[in-house]
Nanobody, 112 residues
């Protein structure tokens, strides 16, 4: 059974940083592309970033370029998203995604 468990969210002031983690199990993690998506209150799902199985090819949505960094540790079956220079509009539930599966999400709230 595929399981994706996100953590690391929280309340942070504008300009602050957070590191999200996603612990994966139930599938060969090191062979899959992985993604982060987010959903703000009252809005649809928004793609944030994708990383290839080897971790050397990363793509980002324009609105996070230069601020967020996706990474993975295949020895720990864990996906990461480093969020820097956070803005109020980054407030959302963040989910890690593998194919058609996603976790329960971790809430990021950016507010002064």
């Amino acid at each position: 059974e595929v399981q994706l468990v996100e953590s690391g969210g929280g309340l942070v002031q504008p300009g602050g940083s957070l590191r999200l983690s996603c612990l994966a199990s139930g599938f060969p993690f090191s062979t899959y592309h992985m993604q982060w998506v987010r959903q703000a209150p009252g809005k649809g799902i928004e793609w944030v970033s994708t990383i290839n199985p080897g971790g050397d090819v990363k793509t980002y949505a324009d609105f996070v370029k230069g601020r967020f960094t996706i990474s993975r540790d295949n020895t720990k079956n864990t996906l990461y998203l480093q969020l820097n220079s956070l803005k109020t509009e980054d407030t959302a539930m963040y989910y890690c995604v593998k194919s058609y599966y996603r976790g329960q999400g971790t809430q990021v709230t950016v507010s002064s």
